[in-house]
């Protein structure tokens, strides 16, 4: 059995908080927010909790050994450090830093602690997502050239927190977990509507080896709700569309072919229309797949899919894009 606490009750903390409820061999013992408005609005929902605004009651409780963090992204490395240095196993929302370098110190004192240090990047756990990647290392699309990503919506607008930081890791760690490696170069371009200095709309760009394109349109100024990917590759191109109730992935047998025994260059290049096949997805909630994960890694000394090093890969992207937002577009290379 693993006693938690879980830290954040504000967007998204109850529903970290319900997914461990709903998993056997955990209990949450501790809910904890600064806001006490919003701690006794939570009491009468959950009576058995033990509700504080100090975070440090959860530090100092020896029964506690997993703290889960979803507090605004500012706060997550120093949060995610005092845990670790209490020897609590973490939980911690995406982005894991605001730096590579504080990752970097996570990942490290986690290794010297012997504690599992997770990041909450959600769709590596979503089952679309890990049926995408399967096709991808079988080969079934080909050489991938490009891939793009539209993550938009009309709010939730922030305040602390930009679009690209509260809204692109998420694309980031899919993309990176669907090639399997790290880009080369980043930039970013966006502006400022409504807040000034914190930017509403964000393009991104990723520039892979071997001439791969990632693209990221992220977004709380726009009148659609899309949650889409979609990857381009030699032989067939593939969209994962999570607005999609049933057809979540869609494989199309669609692409141009080159032929050598042209006379022309009309007919070196022809379109090719396949068909369009809709494979069935096992759904599960993400969220309690990352959960359930999250217990496992613990209990059976699994890696975590989205470990330090995994959230460490993200923050330089994320970290590098902000550099280029601010110099206008210009390309930051990753080292």
Known sequence: ??????????????????????????EVRWACDRDEKRLERFASHAPRLSLTSRYQ??????????IAIATPAT?????????????????????????????????????????????????LYHPAVKMLKAYLDRGELGTVYYIYSTRVNLGQVRREENA?????????SVILFLLGTSPQEVSAVGHDYLQ????????LTLR????????????????HKIRKFTVVGSRKMAVFDDMES??????????????????SFGEFLTLRFG???IPRVEMQEPLQIECQHFLDCITQGQRPLSDGENGLAVVKVIAAATRSLKEKGRPVPLA
């Not at 059995?1 to 998993?23: C, K």
């Not at 049933?246 to 006379?263: A, L, N, T």
């Open 1 to 26: 059995m693993v006693h938690l606490g879980v830290v954040g009750l504000g967007y998204w903390g109850p529903n970290i908080l319900r997914a461990f409820n709903s998993l056997q061999g955990c």
């Open 57 to 66: 009651d959860l530090l100092e409780d020896r029964a506690t050994e997993a």
């Open 75 to 123: 706060q997550h490395y120093s949060m995610a450090k005092a845990a670790l240095e209490a020897n609590k196993h973490v939980l911690v929302e995406k982005p894991l830093a605001a730096e590579p370098e504080e990752a970097q110190e996570l990942l490290e004192l986690a290794q010297a602690k012997g504690r599992v240090l997770m990041v909450g990047h959600l769709l």
């Open 164 to 172: 690209l930081l509260s809204f692109a890791p998420h694309d980031v």
């Open 196 to 203: 000034r200095g914190v930017e509403d709309v964000v393009f």
């Open 208 to 223: 892979f080896p071997e001439g791969i394109l990632a693209h990221c349109h992220v977004s709380w100024l726009d009148p």
């Open 246 to 263: 049933s057809e979540k992935i869609r494989i199309y047998d669609k692409g141009v072919d080159q032929r050598p025994d042209f006379s």
């Open 275 to 277: 068909d369009i096949h």
